[in-house]
């Protein structure tokens, strides 16, 4: 895994779904506090985690196009 850490999936639409995370980037509120906090290590796991729910949560026969994350602060 690269040193490099990603840049924060937030796009201000912060919105917290039923389901305990928001739908805007898809991260819990546990991720999205501890952000600044986590190595970049952390920070790929949990932009994993957030595209998987967000595919997750893709209505049924909807094409979902992959988020593109750019590497940075």
Known sequence: MSA???NSPC???C???P???CQGCYRTMGEITG???M???ARW???RAAEARRVAAAPSGVAVQRIST???G
């Open 4 to 6: 490099l850490s990603p």
């Open 11 to 13: 796009i201000g639409v």
């Open 15 to 17: 919105n917290l779904s």
């Open 19 to 21: 389901a305990g995370w």
């Open 35 to 37: 952000w600044l906090r």
């Open 39 to 41: 190595d970049p290590a």
């Open 45 to 47: 796991a949990v932009v």
């Open 70 to 72: 750019t590497f940075g």
